[in-house]
């Protein structure tokens, strides 16, 4: 299992950027990395995937204005957020998952399974007022 810990909530404006940051507690090349939000009352959502050989997907309220990356350097995984608005509001969630042959790891679903293949950080709060 991997610890997560996410860094870089704020309290921001509309149009404003924020860049949050996952840092893994052990080394996370043989896992794929996603983020999460969940707004206050609102079901929580699929923000931004990352594989194991660096392709991405998005939903589509982020794309274009989201981009995940990760440093591998520091064994880190950063989320970009420009052009906010204030529904990008929630609490942000950084997730790993340990990838399996078949697992294309594009599903956003398969990421809140009960598994232990799945690792959650706590989530850090975004706000973006108008």
């Known amino acids: 299992q991997v610890q997560l810990v996410e860094s870089g909530g704020d309290s921001v404006r509309t149009g404003g950027s924020l860049r949050l940051s996952c840092a893994a507690s052990s080394d996370t090349a043989d896992r794929c990395m996603a983020w999460f939000r969940q707004a206050p009352g609102k079901k929580r959502e699929g923000v931004a995937v990352?594989?194991?050989?660096?392709?991405?997907t998005y939903a589509d309220s982020v794309m274009g204005r989201f981009t995940i990356s990760k440093d591998y350097a520091n064994n880190a995984l950063d989320l970009q957020m420009n052009t906010l608005k204030p529904e990008d509001t929630g609490m942000y969630y950084c997730?790993?998952?340990?990838?399996?042959?078949?697992?294309?790891?594009?599903?956003?679903?398969?990421?809140?399974?009960?598994?232990?293949?799945?690792?959650w950080g706590q989530g850090i709060q975004v706000t973006v007022s108008s």
């Open positions: 997730v790993a998952r340990f990838r399996r042959p078949w697992d294309p790891c594009m599903v956003f679903s398969d990421y809140e399974k009960q598994s232990t293949d799945n690792n």
């Open positions: 990352m594989d194991v050989e660096g392709r991405t």
